[in-house]
């Protein structure tokens, strides 16, 4: 079945970075874009970036743009998230995603904490 499970959240102070992981398992991973969301308390979930099959295409929501960048690893059926100059609003609950034949599986979710 498909499994996706992310790793790499934690405490991080302000203006410090993050590299976020999601190890795909159950599914030709070579084949699905992947993508990251994150939720943060009280707010709806939104899209952060997002990575074509390839990793030749890459794509970001406008809440961390320029401060973020995703990147796949087809070989060890790994996305990747890496997040710098951190603020206090980028708190939440971060969560990798793909989409296969029209459902949408995700993660359980890392939790990052922005914060002095």
């Known amino acids: 079945q498909v499994q996706l499970v992310e790793s790499g959240g934690g405490l991080v102070q302000p203006g410090g970075s993050l590299r976020l992981s999601c190890a795909a398992s159950?599914?030709?991973?070579?084949?699905?874009?992947m993508n990251w969301y994150r939720q943060a308390p009280g707010k709806e979930r939104e899209l952060v970036a997002s990575?074509?099959?390839?990793?030749?295409?890459?794509s970001y929501g406008d809440s961390m743009k320029g401060r973020v960048t995703i990147s796949r690893d087809n070989a060890k059926n790994t996305v990747y998230l890496q997040m710098n100059s951190l603020k206090s609003e980028d708190t939440g609950v971060y969560y990798c995603?793909?989409?296969?034949?029209?459902?949408?599986?995700w993660g359980q979710g890392t939790q990052v904490t922005v914060s002095s």
């Open positions: 995603k793909t989409r296969i034949f029209r459902y949408d599986y």
């Open positions: 990575v074509s099959n390839t990793g030749g295409s890459t």
């Open positions: 159950g599914f030709t991973f070579s084949n699905y874009a």
